[in-house]
């Protein structure tokens, strides 16, 4: 069962990258091994995810533009990227979240307008990363929670269509537990994933979700 939510959220995630890819006109490839996008990727991207172990890191390298700025997505922590000029940026866990948990919180309003998106968008800090052409694709949806003025305060994004992957969580409270159970009530009776590093995982975790396994983040400086 672990294997099986940990192979789906690398998948889920590499779907979601080529998305964000795409919708900055950059087209991605993806098979047996990973995806991966043969120019640079939007900030705060991966050049490539691996969707299974053992993924030859030289096969994997020439598929993407490996200079400075270059970054991989490890999905199982199992690559050793640092003989070809990387370092680690970071390690995460693979988290995930069973339809069966009970639902809590109050749900998510959905974002369905440019003027919308460029209001959470502001409020997230993702300035121009996020782009009109993410809301007429029916494998994401951006979420928002707002106050009684109207003003974007928090919120995700979901993407996939089973299990649906969390990203991109944000809120002004200060509380992020709030935010989480928010997400986790406007899709309550289906499965989640996404991926946590670990001083962020207790907010996850409070939300009924599990950690998977380890995933690590390469970056060429």
């Known amino acids: 069962m672990l294997k099986d939510a940990l192979m789906a959220a690398a998948r889920n995630n590499a ?15 993806t098979d047996a091994d990973a995806w991966s996008v043969p120019d640079r990727s939007p900030q705060w991207y991966p050049d490539a995810v691996t969707v299974r172990p053992g993924v030859d890191a ?14 991989v997505k490890d999905s199982f922590a199992d690559l050793d990227l640092s003989g070809y000029g ?4 970071f390690d995460a866990q693979w988290i995930h979240r069973p339809p069966s948990a ?17 209001a959470w968008a502001a409020a997230h800090g993702g300035g ?9 694709d029916p494998r994401v949806r951006v979420l928002a929670r707002h106050d009684d003025r109207g003003v974007v305060i928090g919120g995700a994004v979901l993407s ?17 537990r709030d935010i989480w159970r928010a997400v986790c009530a406007t899709v309550p009776d289906a499965p989640l994933v996404g991926y946590e590093t670990t001083p962020d995982l207790t907010p996850a975790l409070s ?15």
């Open 15 to 29: 779907e979601w990258c080529d998305i964000v890819c795409g919708s900055h006109g950059l087209a991605g490839r």
């Open 58 to 71: 030289e096969a994997l390298l020439a598929r993407i533009d490996a200079g400075p700025g270059a970054s």
């Open 86 to 89: 990387f370092r680690v940026l």
């Open 102 to 118: 009970p639902p809590v919180g109050t749900p998510l309003a959905p974002v369905t307008t440019p003027d919308g998106l460029a």
């Open 128 to 136: 121009k990363l996020f782009r009109p052409a993410l809301l007429a």
């Open 160 to 176: 996939g269509d089973g299990p649906y992957g969390v990203s991109n969580l944000f809120t002004s409270t200060d509380d992020p």
């Open 207 to 221: 939300a009924g979700f599990t950690t998977t396994g380890p995933l690590r983040v390469w970056l060429r400086a």
